[in-house]
């Protein structure tokens, strides 16, 4: 059994920068890419990140590009997502994922964290 925790978010005003980890239990996720989506009430979930197992590969939702920045600690099973440059548009409940393939689809992800809010005050 694989969990997936995410930190604690909050709130932040815009231009504010936040942290975000998402540690992983039950067993080591060995070759598993992570990664981030988020989704505000009534609209789809939306991938914002995701870092290979190596973390020599990442990709990002052009939204968050040059602001976001994904990395992992493998001896920890931590993912972090390091949110710089907020906007209030960036307000929405995280989560983070693994998969075993390196993809930006949300239905190829198989382990997912509870999620944790994160919103940007404007």
């Known amino acids: 059994q694989v969990q997936l925790v995410e930190s604690e978010g909050g709130w932040v005003q815009a231009g504010g920068s936040l942290r975000l980890s998402c540690a992983a239990s039950g067993r080591t996720l060995s070759g598993y890419t992570m990664a981030w989506f988020h989704q505000t009430p009534g609209k789809e979930r939306e991938f914002v990140a995701a870092?290979?197992?190596?973390?020599?590969?990442?990709m990002y939702a052009n939204s968050v590009k040059g602001r976001f920045t994904i990395s992992r600690d493998n001896a920890k099973n931590t993912v972090y997502l390091q949110m710089n440059s907020l906007k209030p548009e960036d307000t929405a409940v995280y989560r983070c994922?693994?998969?075993?393939?390196?993809?930006?689809?949300?239905?190829?992800?198989?382990?997912w964290g509870q999620g944790t809010q994160v919103t940007v005050s404007s």
């Open positions: 994922a693994a998969a075993t393939t390196y993809t930006d689809l949300p239905y190829l992800y198989e382990y």
């Open positions: 870092i290979s197992w190596s973390g020599d590969s990442t």
